[in-house]
Structures are given as C-alpha cells and as structure tokens.
C-alpha cells in the first residue's frame, strides 16, 4: 500500500503488533470517528505473536489463523493498514513522521507502539543464515524450514522465549542444548525455585541444558557449523536460537527529544515528554502501580493491550491512569504457567502444593505482603490468587505461611480469614 | 473464539489466542445443545471463575470446537471484565 505524501490522519498509530492494533480497535470501540492509520513495517496483516513458537510452529494454526483480525476489519472499521513501512524519522513541531520510502504522515496523534528487535549476539556473525530469533512471522517461518531437515539445534537464552522454542523443538524430535550464561534460567521473570522447576522439567525431556555458560564464538562464519564455549569445549549443531531479550525500537523517538532510558519513558496516561505522543507495550518504560512505582517496562500481550486501551481513552478524552495488574502465561511441555502479579525485588517466597506433583504455586512476598504467584499446572490458585495481590494480603505469622502452603484451602477462603 | 473474530465481533479481546490461559473471550450459550453449555475442563472452569459476569450457559469461547452439530448456535458476547 503507498504512502501519500501530506497525508495526515488524526491518530497514526505506529507499529502494528498487539499494542498497535488494539488502540485502533479500542478507538473505534469507544466511538472515535476520526481517521486512523497503522504503519507496519512488516508486510503481513496484523498477527498474534505468542503462537509463532507453538501452535503455528507446529502446524496447529497456520497464518490466517494467528491474524488478530480477518483482513476485511480493518477496511470495515475505516483504520488504513500501512504495511511494509518503517518509521525513520518522528517530527513532533511539524507534526508529521517520515516512512522509510519517503512518505510523509501527518498526525493529531502519535501513539508509538514499536515493541523491540530481538537482541543481537554479541559476535561477528550475528547475522548468519542458520542463526534465527524468534520475534516475527518471517523467523517462525525459517524456524519451520530449518527444523525439517536439520537436526541438532543449540538455543542461546534462558527465558521464556528460549525455554518454549526448546520445548517445541524438543516435541518435533530435535536434539536440543540450551545455554544460558547465568546460573539460573528465568532471572529475570521468576523466582529461583520456579526455575530449578522449569530445569528439571526440560531435562527430563531430553534437553541439554546448561547453566553459568559463556558462547566464547559461533563457529563457521555465515552458516555456523558448532558453538565454540569460554572453556574450549565445542557444541556442533545445524542452527541456533537465539533468545537473549530484545531492545527496545524507540531510536527514532529519542532522536525527536524524546526522554529514553530502558525505552521510552511515559507517564500513568502512556504519554512520552513530546506533545501528542504516546508510547505503549514493550517499549514504554513506566512506573508501574505493581512494582512499587519502580520504572520498568513489561513485554507481554496483556501489557500491550491494556496500555493500549488507556491511550485510545485519553484520546477519547476518557483518561484513567495504567493500572492494570500484569499476567502472563507459558505452555511448555504439558506444563500450564501462568502468571499474576510482578515478583520483581520479591524477598520470601511460600511454595503451595507438592511440586514433584507438577501442580503447585509459588507465591512471592515483597515486605510482608503478596505480590505474585506463579502457577504450573494450577489455573485456580492462577484465578483466586489475583484478589490476594490486589488486597495487598499480609504475611504475618506462622500459620498464614501454613494456610497458604496447602493446597487444600481455598486462596480465597484465606483472603476472608485477613478481612 | 476463533469463528467469531473471523465473523468481525470485535469486542472478543481473546488475548491469549485461544490457549486456555485468560478469560478473555467468555460467552454465553443462549441456545444450542446442552452439553455445550458447562466448562469442558477444571481449567476453563477456573478460568470462568475470574469473571464477574460468569451466569448461565458461561463459556470460555475457545474451548468450543464447532462441527456440523451446531448449525443453529446462538452465542452472547459477555461484558468485558
């Protein structure tokens, strides 16, 4: 679809992932009749990411099935598709932003919503052609063609996007080592006993899973051969997955003098320090209400969503601040994760159930008080712990700690006990 | 779930993409076999329990695989919670 140069609509929305695409739909639910615009830089129509490494991997959900709408929405709900651009260059006084092409776009609006590109290893050839990151179609679609012939894969990245490419890879009959730099997977999402967890779990299914280990070189050049590691020893393999976090897409902003730190930073309404722009999903760096007003960003779907859903109503003039409490879910193996809360800077933890049981939850504490839970296999701990968060449930005694241990009670029969 | 994003209903959030993980795309059966009408599974179940708006006929739309039995199935979208 070309650009015209001096078009102008009064919200460009750039970026058409789930955050991107959730503002126009939340505009136009809430009744905005002004013209709406969404630039992707990617050619594909909108689509749901947390199924490229499961379902559509698998061959359970091909691409029509992953789209977020079907394609006749987006004329239906008069929202213009501009696929296949990239934003170069933000222009806050004149109002306008620059497409690679050259087309320029007027706006009312400006709601940046460019998540973030998969983190690069730090080595010469970070681009080889049996290197992939999981972030886009196009990578699922590589990861696909790679995985019907070739058979050893080596995933660098301990996090939730390494340890569900393992899984998956695992399930298709791969040899799969995994190789994470620090002592521990999921450092940064969870706490220690859910990773040893998770450890155990990917080693019972047959993955090489290694801990505190440095990749010293990707042997090969453009098509690596094996992985070199600090202490000398070699790990051949056919391709390799990278997972090693992303960052976040938010250059062009700062440029424009936008306020940058870990991605853009905005208030309790998503908006940035420019004028008429807002900044939302996985790139927004925001005080979280969940994180003790620490300033963090969150990538996940429900973040994107529901930050999207503030902005299109500060621009419907129905402004209420971000508070949602963050969730997030992983399937790995016939593992269900599900998560409720921030565990971030937690400082005790109470394991509820048996977890050689491969049912239980952990439940993080930060200053006396609940904070999250993560679940496995333990959807109404999932549902019920929700209240205990959001009540801001004490911990004080002894006996809270055995209530909340067993499995047996209710989460929310305890929830009536503090009140 | 996914027939009614395909039919354009577009106040189904349906977040997690149909992977049995939110309560995102609940409905209600109004009218259709009565089978269909209660959670298939403890986890849907749970998952409906999250909801404010949880009444008769509460389905987590996802959940329903539809085949030719269920020509004639009227569905109602719940309120977001």
């Known amino acids: 679809m070309p650009v015209e140069i001096g078009s102008h609509y009064d919200v460009v929305i750039v970026g058409a992932g789930h955050g991107g695409t959730q503002t126009a739909i939340a505009l136009r639910q809430g009744g905005f009749s002004g013209s709406i615009a969404i630039v992707g830089d990617e050619l594909e129509l909108p689509y749901e990411r947390p199924p490229l490494s499961k379902e559509y991997f698998a061959g359970q959900r091909d691409a029509a099935r992953i789209r977020i709408r079907p394609e006749a929405f987006w004329a239906d709900k008069d929202i213009a598709l501009l696929l296949g651009h990239r934003v170069a260059r933000v222009d806050p006084a004149g109002r306008e932003?620059?497409?690679?092409?050259?087309?320029?776009?007027?706006?009312?609006?400006?709601?940046?919503?460019?998540?973030?590109?998969?983190?690069?290893?730090?080595?010469?050839?970070?681009?080889?052609?049996?290197?992939?990151?999981?972030?886009?179609?196009?990578?699922?679609?590589?990861?696909?063609?790679?995985?019907e012939t070739a058979q050893r894969v080596v995933i660098i990245g301990g996090g939730y996007i390494g340890l569900e490419a393992a899984a998956v890879l695992r399930k298709a009959g791969k040899?799969?080592?995994?190789?994470?730099?620090?002592?521990?997977?999921?450092?940064?999402?969870?706490?220690?006993?859910?990773?040893?967890?998770?450890?155990?779990?990917?080693?019972?299914?047959?993955?090489?899973?290694?801990l505190g280990t440095r990749v010293?070189?990707?042997?090969?050049?453009?098509?690596?051969?094996?992985?070199?590691?600090?202490?000398?020893?070699?790990?051949?393999?056919?391709?390799?997955?990278?997972?090693?976090?992303?960052?976040?897409?938010v250059e062009e902003l700062a440029e424009a003098?936008?306020?940058?730190?870990?991605?853009?930073?905005?208030?309790?309404?998503?908006?940035?320090?420019?004028?008429?722009?807002?900044?939302?999903?996985?790139?927004?760096?925001?005080?979280?209400?969940?994180?003790?007003?620490?300033?963090?960003?969150?990538?996940?779907?429900?973040?994107?969503?529901?930050?999207?859903?503030?902005?299109?109503?500060?621009?419907?003039?129905?402004?209420?601040?971000?508070?949602?409490?963050?969730?997030?879910?992983?399937?790995?193996?016939?593992?269900?994760?599900?998560?409720?809360?921030?565990?971030?800077?937690?400082?005790?933890?109470?394991?509820?159930?048996?977890?050689?049981?491969?049912s239980f939850a952990v439940i993080y504490i930060r200053s006396g008080r609940i904070v999250?839970?993560?679940?496995?296999?333990?959807?109404?701990?999932?549902?019920?712990?929700?209240?205990?968060?959001?009540?801001?449930?004490?911990?004080?005694?002894?006996?809270?700690?055995?209530?909340?241990a067993d499995a047996s009670l209710p989460l929310k029969s305890l929830l009536a006990i503090e009140a | 779930m996914e027939a009614l994003r395909e039919g354009g209903f577009d106040d189904i959030l349906a977040l997690c993409g149909g992977c049995c993980s939110c309560a995102t795309c609940h409905v209600y059966i109004e009218h259709g076999p009565e089978e269909l009408k209660a959670p298939g599974s403890d986890d849907e179940d749970d998952l409906l329990e999250s909801s404010a708006h949880r009444g008769e006929g509460s389905r987590l739309s996802c959940q329903i695989t539809l085949d030719g039995a269920h020509d004639a199935l009227t569905v109602r979208l719940a309120p977001e919670d």
């Open chain 1, 175 to 210: 040899s799969v080592v995994l190789l994470e730099m620090l002592d521990r997977v999921l450092a940064r999402a969870a706490g220690e006993e859910m990773a040893r967890f998770v450890e155990a779990e990917h080693r019972r299914h047959g993955v090489d899973l290694r």
């Open chain 1, 97 to 147: 932003v620059w497409a690679s092409v050259g087309g320029r776009i007027g706006y009312g609006k400006l709601v940046w919503a460019t998540g973030g590109r998969p983190r690069p290893l730090p080595c010469h050839n970070s681009g080889a052609e049996n290197l992939l990151y999981i972030r886009t179609l196009a990578d699922a679609d590589r990861l696909k063609a790679l995985a």
């Open chain 1, 216 to 249: 010293e070189a990707l042997e090969g050049g453009d098509r690596i051969t094996g992985i070199r590691l600090a202490g000398g020893e070699r790990i051949p393999c056919d391709f390799v997955v990278a997972g090693i976090g992303i960052i976040p897409a």
């Open chain 1, 257 to 358: 003098g936008a306020a940058t730190g870990n991605g853009v930073l905005v208030d309790d309404r998503c908006r940035t320090t420019l004028g008429d722009i807002y900044a939302i999903g996985d790139c927004a760096a925001h005080r979280n209400a969940h994180a003790e007003l620490a300033i963090i960003r969150l990538e996940s779907v429900q973040n994107a969503s529901d930050m999207a859903t503030v902005v299109a109503r500060d621009i419907m003039g129905q402004g209420q601040p971000y508070a949602a409490i963050p969730w997030f879910w992983s399937n790995q193996y016939d593992l269900r994760i599900q998560t409720i809360g921030l565990s971030i800077d937690h400082d005790d933890t109470i394991i509820r159930g048996d977890m050689a049981s491969g």
């Open chain 1, 372 to 404: 999250a839970l993560d679940c496995v296999n333990a959807t109404r701990d999932y549902v019920q712990g929700k209240a205990l968060i959001l009540a801001g449930m004490h911990v004080a005694s002894d006996l809270d700690r055995e209530r909340l």
